[in-house]
Nanobody, 113 residues
């Protein structure tokens, strides 16, 4: 069956870093655009980063440009979100998406001192 399993979330101090990973299985990963979204309490789901199927083109939300990077490994079926210089406003549940069809369950990121 199709699975997207996120990992790497947790509690980090402002200015710190986290690396989120999403492991895909059950579908042809290399054919999909992969995205990371986030949702903070009381807010809608926000697109954070996107990468094309071959990993040659990325898109980042203005709020994370210069701090986050997205990458993928089609051989391993994984997509990664490297998050640096984290801010309290980055606190949210982060979701992996095989656009537009498949979603993971999310991993919580909390940025707090």
């Amino acid at each position: 069956q199709v699975q997207l399993v996120e990992s790497g979330g947790g509690l980090v101090q402002p200015g710190g870093s986290l690396r989120l990973s999403c492991a895909a299985s059950g579908f042809t990963f290399s054919r999909y655009i992969m995205r990371w979204y986030r949702q903070a309490p009381g807010n809608g789901r926000e697109l954070v980063a996107s990468i094309n199927s071959v990993g040659t083109s990325t898109l980042l939300a203005d709020s994370v440009k210069g701090r986050f990077t997205i990458s993928r490994d089609n051989a391993k079926g994984t997509v990664t979100l490297q998050m640096n210089s984290l801010k309290p406003e980055d606190t949210a549940m982060y979701y992996c998406n095989a656009f537009p069809t498949y979603w993971g369950q999310g991993t919580q990121v909390n940025v707090s001192s």
